[in-house]
């Protein structure tokens, strides 16, 4: 079920028509999220529905434990770990990781097809695995850190997992920030109400208006990848992809945002206007803050973090982004990109421990530029291409400064994309002009119903939301 569908609409019409008769009560609110989570995931596949509330139980009672048998605590958040990884790893790479094992085997010569004894249903990724897993592996870290308070029964833990704006492609939610606000009584006034829509019809502007699109070039492009080696045309595609992928998880993010607030619950910010970071450091401070974050708490600071010396730093930080980077999916274009965005990292450390930095702002503004947004398009090329030798293509396509378009055709098309990003970018409408954010109804309600018609009359191809599938 999409956020951008009309039977989303009639579910939200539906959670929404009962929410205020079952908000007041802690036991009625949890069960009213738990089922109407439940029809929305297994609006999929129902099938999957053990899943979720299989290793949601084990992190439950496992947290129990941790709790109960504190001596023993170790063990239990091991049993927690495993079992979330090891879900994650039957459903999302044992096709891939068979593969490699087949590879590995046929060049010497033997074929053994470890793939086929795979079970088939074992190869359909269920809807958000890596998003809920995260989740509720987030509960019992937390309780063994002694970082959250234990949820008061099971229903109260499936609402905080299953809730369902974030159950399929986030942001990932911490325990301790939502089971808190699960337990405290709702109130929603107009003006939040209010807010919660507009949030919502600025993400679905920004998935539907925008990515959508925005993709129908990127799609064509990659759809015909070995009919194109002009570098001017490569270029053009990764910068589109580079804000089609940014405004569709943002839309994403945001609208799971708005429907949070039209709940009573807050959600963090889950983008910063990335492309505007001035390291790289500060991208991963910006982009997919919910997924960062959680690798840089749970995994990076876990390994030593900065505390161990240089040479240890680096490989946790290596470590950290391949993770980051296997996460995505089970293909070695994302292990490149995460080895990418490691590299990056390293020199950027390296560039900071030397102290060559650029005082001047016009000139490092410009040097930000160059050092900071083409590189990262180059890591999205991985990220996109559907193999390791179409990113390699892309890649020498992309800097054999080979331009067939004409100087006419190159300037219409880049004037022509900025202009669409220049107008719609959260830059200008909530920073520069605060047009999001300006107090008067009246010009909040204009631009709501600017949206909405832009929505309506200029929405691109319903395409699924990119994050779906990982």
């Known amino acids: 079920m999409l956020f951008n569908s009309l039977p989303f609409l009639a579910f939200l019409a539906l959670f929404f028509g009962i929410w205020p008769l079952v908000k007041h009560k802690n036991t009625s609110k949890w069960l009213w999220i738990c089922c109407m989570s439940a029809v929305f995931y297994g609006w999929w596949d129902w099938r999957f529905l053990f899943l979720l509330f299989f290793t949601g139980a084990i992190d439950y009672f496992t947290g129990k434990f941790i709790l109960k048998f504190p001596r023993q605590k170790k063990f239990w958040l091991w049993l927690s770990l495993t079992t979330n990884l090891l879900s994650l790893v039957i459903f999302k790479y044992s096709g891939w990781l068979a593969s490699i094992i087949d590879n590995g085997f046929a060049t010497f010569n033997i074929h053994i097809s470890f793939k ?226 490691a590299l990056y990292l390293s020199i950027e450390r390296f560039i900071i421990k030397q102290r060559l930095i650029i005082n001047n702002k016009p000139v490092k503004t410009l040097f930000n530029f160059f050092l900071i947004f083409i590189p990262v398009l180059v890591a999205w090329t991985f990220f996109r291409a559907k193999d390791i030798h179409e990113a390699f293509y892309i890649i020498q396509c992309l800097f054999s400064f080979n331009f067939e378009l004409s100087l006419k055709e190159l300037l219409i098309s880049n004037a022509v994309f900025w202009l669409i990003i220049g107008i719609a970018n959260e830059y200008i409408l909530f920073n520069k002009f605060k047009l999001i954010h300006s107090k008067s109804p009246i010009f909040q309600a204009v631009l709501i119903c600017f949206l909405i018609a832009l929505i309506i009359y200029f929405r691109g191809p319903e395409q699924q939301f990119i994050y779906f599938q990982f």
């Open 116 to 341: 086929s004894w795979i079970p088939e249903f074992t190869l359909i990724l269920p809807v958000g695995i890596s998003f809920y897993t995260f989740n509720s592996m987030s509960y019992t870290i937390d309780l063994y850190r002694g970082k959250t308070k234990p949820a008061e029964n099971i229903l109260h833990f499936f609402a905080f997992i299953s809730f369902f704006p974030h159950l399929v492609a986030g942001p990932i939610i911490r325990a301790k920030d939502i089971l808190q606000q699960l337990t405290k009584p709702i109130q929603t006034n107009s003006v939040q109400i209010f807010h919660g829509i507009r949030i919502c019809i600025w993400g679905l502007f920004q998935k539907m208006v925008l990515a959508d699109n925005i993709a129908v070039l990127v799609n064509d492009q990659f759809n015909h990848v070995g009919e194109h080696s002009d570098s001017a045309q490569w270029w053009i595609c990764m910068l589109a992809f580079a804000f089609q992928i940014y405004f569709d998880f943002n839309g994403y993010s945001t609208i799971a945002r708005g429907i949070a607030k039209l709940c009573g619950i807050h959600f963090r910010l889950n983008f910063n206007q990335p492309y505007f970071a001035h390291s790289f450091q500060n991208f991963w401070q910006r982009w997919h803050i919910s997924l960062s974050s959680f690798f840089r708490d749970y995994v990076y600071i876990s390994l030593g973090g900065n505390r161990k010396g240089r040479l240890r730093t680096n490989l946790n930080l290596w470590i950290t982004m391949l993770l980051s980077g296997i996460w995505h999916g089970a293909n070695f274009t994302f292990v490149v990109w995460g080895a990418l965005h």
